[in-house]
């Protein structure tokens, strides 16, 4: 079965500070997993994925996260947050070979000025 | 490229009325496309599968007969919530795949606020 965790269902930061948002996750096969933002009123944009190449992965806007299969853990990083960062937050893993995203519960960023 | 919308982007309708929710891939042909629930502070849910010219997958717990999913063409999903109940009430979500494409790809459309009263 598939699953992914999300630790933390709000993260505030200030501009300017590290972003670390956390995932977990469980997967029986080889997943492919994905960080997707949701701005309010829009629709979900994909930051980045991980797909069995490179387990350090870069994205859009700065975030990029580390695929790590001893700790089950895909976390995204940012080194500076910026106040357009401010949004929800998705981890999602697919497993190979398989159409269906399953998602996390979603981590609300909050960017203080 | 790959713009998927969605219409309406808010629809509140009456208890026991029917509500059909489009899904368009507005720059590429998606042979699929998905349907997911999100209710309020929680995640989205997957509630089916919508392919071309073929049957929808309903995921389990989801009523075929109460949400209706029909992907008549390589640009367009429709989903029809009938006889709506306020516990229908949620944002639906559509995503749909580039066709000949590698299983990663899914975009998503902005969602569609439904409120059953």
């Known amino acids: 079965a598939q699953s992914v965790t999300q630790l933390d269902s709000h993260v505030s930061v200030s501009e300017g500070t590290p972003v670390l948002l956390r995932c977990n996750y469980s997967?029986?096969?080889?997943?492919?997993l994905f960080w997707y933002v949701q701005h309010p009123n829009k629709g979900l944009q994909l930051l980045l994925k991980?797909?069995?190449?490179?387990?350090l992965v870069k994205g859009i806007n700065g975030f990029e996260a580390e695929f790590k299969k001893s700790e089950t853990s895909f976390h995204l990083t940012k080194p500076s947050a910026h106040m357009s960062d401010a949004a929800e937050y998705f981890c999602?893993?697919?497993?190979?070979?398989?159409?269906?995203?399953?998602f996390g519960s979603g981590t609300k960023l909050n960017v203080k000025p | 490229g790959a713009v998927v919308s969605q219409h309406p982007s808010r629809v509140i309708c009456k208890s026991g009325t029917s509500v059909k929710i489009e899904c368009r891939s507005l720059?590429?042909?998606?042979?699929?496309m998905f349907w997911y629930r999100q209710f309020p502070k929680k995640s989205l849910m997957l509630m089916a599968t919508?392919?071309?010219?073929?049957?929808?997958?309903?995921e389990q717990g989801v009523e075929k007969d109460k949400f209706l999913i029909n992907h008549a063409s390589l640009t367009l999903s429709t989903l029809t919530v009938t006889s709506a109940h306020p516990e229908d009430s949620s944002f639906y979500i559509c995503?749909?795949?580039?066709?000949?494409?590698?299983?990663?790809?899914?975009?998503f459309g902005p969602g569609t606020r439904l409120t059953v009263l």
């Open positions: 919508s392919n071309e010219g073929s049957k929808a997958t309903y």
């Open positions: 995503s749909a795949r580039l066709a000949g494409r590698f299983y990663n790809e899914q975009f």
């Open positions: 997967s029986s096969y080889s997943p492919s």
């Open positions: 999602v893993v697919r497993r190979y070979n398989f159409n269906k995203f399953y």
């Open positions: 720059d590429f042909q998606a042979t699929t």
């Open positions: 991980y797909t069995s190449a490179a387990t």
